[in-house]
């Protein structure tokens, strides 16, 4: 099925550089005026719409980050209850999204299966937004991730001459659906520039093939390398290292998870190693568990935190490009 530009945002395959680049201007002009405290210039753009939010996983950060986006830009949300909702009662999917729809005017759903979102769509009128399909997708998130990247960059050009260079993916790799996506728009944004991609993983959690050929197959500049371990030598290369955690809800067995549990863990010791001060920028599309050192947390590196600031202003963009594309001119 060919998907639309963003009608429904489902893959990370509908963007284009240009429109990347055009969600990345206005996440950053967002951020601008908030800080500016500018709030008329963007707190009217979804007046008298309705989000609709259902969430059947659980969710802190993009569940949060899409309200704080929608009652930022002037907007209003229903958000479903999942446990008390009629699919208790053997409810379709189907038709419970479709139900939705007519009650407000674009829904964002997070399920844990994979490919959901893209059977659903051809059966609504009004848009979808992919907010994670259990371990494929999740494309706002690796928006939201790139413009971080873009942030910090930004940020650091201040004192400190910086070209991105090398990005390491460090932890669960097969289920973690933020780096699928991550993986996937890096290959798109960076087509003509050389980028060396570390995939660092345990060997029974490695990076889907799939997803591994599909960039291969559609960015020749780009240089992966998959290993088991990240090394000092290799630390020493680093601009960015995102970090996942091990995802112990796709596990089929606990003890395939306590296996793994212990192996990947990213403390303030092994920066000791990193190319200087400044570097690597240090990401985390969070919860975090034990695979992050909270030491790390003082370390001017550490933009988690950030990253999940900058979340809001990218779904504000997101939100407004799909539902009030004639206000991105004002």
Sequence with gaps: MKLSPLHHFISIKQLSPKLIESLCSRAHQFKIWTKQEQFH???????????????????????????????????QSIILDINSSSSNKGETLQDTIRVMEQLGDLTILRHPK???????????????????????????????DLFTIREEQQRLTLNYNFTLKTICMFGDLLYGRTVHSLLQLLSIQYQNQPLKIYLISPNGLKMPLYVVNEVKNSNSSFEIIETEEL????????????????????????????????????????????????????MHPLPRVNELDIEIDKDERAAYFRQVNNGVFMRMAILERILCPESISQ
């Design 114 to 144: 994979r490919g959901v979102h893209l059977e659903l769509s051809p059966h609504l009128e009004k848009p979808l937004i992919n907010a994670g399909d259990g371990d494929g997708e999740h494309p706002t998130q690796s928006l939201l």
């Design 41 to 75: 210039r963007f707190n009217t753009i979804l007046k008298n719409k309705i989000i609709n939010l259902l969430f059947f996983e659980p969710s802190t950060r993009t569940q949060c980050s899409f309200q704080s986006a929608i009652y930022r830009l002037g907007g």
């Design 231 to 282: 090394t000092k030598e290799i630390m020493s290369e680093l601009d960015v290292l995102y970090v996942t955690r091990l995802q112990k809800e796709r596990f089929l067995k606990e003890e395939e998870y306590l296996k793994y549990k212990s192996a990947f863990c990213l403390t303030k010791e092994d920066l000791k190693y990193s190319k200087n001060i400044h570097l690597p920028i240090i």
